[in-house]
């Protein structure tokens, strides 16, 4: 595993034109000196750079952004060797597909109604979802090519070619309901299907994984969080997901989907983090399903 950074260096475009050209010549300089000065655009009022944590343009990137305010480092992400997701007996599993609308009977263009024809039942002071009373109806073509995608409230919506794959694996912890085309609910066959993840993880080890930003419900008792992700490198404030932990007895209850006992993002749109198994990993792969990826999830003693 290794750590990428991600600065942004920055140039005002509404800068007086001596501070804009001297800034310019900075960056210019900073970026000669780490060998990226190909990255460099005059046009541009900033560039983005990625650079591997502990090298030498690390080091020189966060100290001008410390000391000459040029620029900011925005995020540090984990990259991970093959080597290391194959051997993980559990990984979260992560979407990078969010293609399908919402249920079509749900939004309204002032945001959620929650009125009777809604999918979900909503707390009425923190508008989570509480229950889910239908199908989900959606603009099936919307999916297009793709085998899986969340919608924009992350619901998984799966077709039937990936349902197939995995029912004829046998993998555990899941069953699917119906996704309609809102345009014929309810006829024929569902051209769509929605995850349902049934088997639940007991809490995460914490510590070590850390979390921030606890909110709470009064109301309905919900509860959410996020995954500590704020961190500091001397003065400069960076964001980082810390790593998931869980006591390696977990193992004894995990199948091949999980979902997480926590609730994670904003009350209103908060959702349990999906865990699945190496199986379900490796079946994506094989079947070169796009649309996702996935982190390693270590075990403590």
């Known amino acids: 595993m290794k750590k990428v950074a991600h600065f942004g260096l920055r140039w005002s475009l509404g800068a007086s034109p001596e501070e804009q050209e001297k800034a310019k010549a900075r960056i210019k300089a900073l970026l000669r000196e780490i060998g990226l000065e190909r990255k460099f655009n005059p ?10 944590v502990g090298s030498r343009a690390f080091d020189v990137l966060i100290q001008a952004c410390g000391e000459e305010d040029v620029g900011h480092l925005g995020l540090i992400e984990r990259r991970y060797t093959s080597h290391e997701l194959e051997s993980a007996p559990l990984l979260h599993w992560r979407f990078t597909n969010q293609a399908i609308e919402d249920d079509y009977y749900d939004l309204h263009e002032d945001g959620y109604q929650g009125g009777e024809q809604a999918s979900h039942k909503r707390c009425p002071a923190c508008r989570a979802e509480l229950e889910q009373v239908r199908d989900l109806m959606v603009k099936a073509s919307k999916m297009g090519k793709r085998d ?36 014929k609910p309810y006829q024929g066959e569902p051209p769509l299907f929605q ?6 993880l007991p809490p995460m080890a914490s510590p070590p994984t850390e979390f921030e930003n ?9 509860t959410s969080q996020y995954i500590k992700h704020t961190h500091w490198w001397g003065r400069i404030q960076y964001r980082e997901e ?18 997480t006992a926590e609730y994670f993002g904003d009350l209103a749109v908060a959702t349990p983090y999906v865990v699945i198994s190496q199986r379900v990993y490796r079946l994506l792969r ?5 649309g996702w990826t996935a982190e390693p999830i270590y075990l403590v003693e």
């Not at 039937?160 to 912890?173: F, I, N, Q």
């Not at 995850?195 to 639940?200: A, D, H, R």
């Not at 998931?244 to 209850?253: F, G, H, S």
Request: hydrophobic share 35%; glycine share 4%; with cysteine.
């Open 43 to 52: 046009n541009r009022s900033w560039c983005s750079i990625e650079v591997e």
């Open 242 to 259: 810390t790593p998931i932990y869980y006591p390696r007895q977990v193992l004894e209850e995990a199948q091949d989907f999980n979902r």
């Open 148 to 183: 899986l995608s969340l919608t924009y409230s992350f619901e998984v919506i799966f077709t039937p070619r990936l349902v197939g794959l995995l029912e004829e694996a046998k993998m555990t912890g899941f069953t699917v309901r119906p996704v309609w085309s809102y345009r």
């Open 214 to 222: 606890l909110q709470h419900c009064k109301v309905c008792g919900r």
């Open 195 to 200: 995850l349902v993840v049934t088997n639940v």
């Open 286 to 290: 094989e079947h070169r399903v796009k």
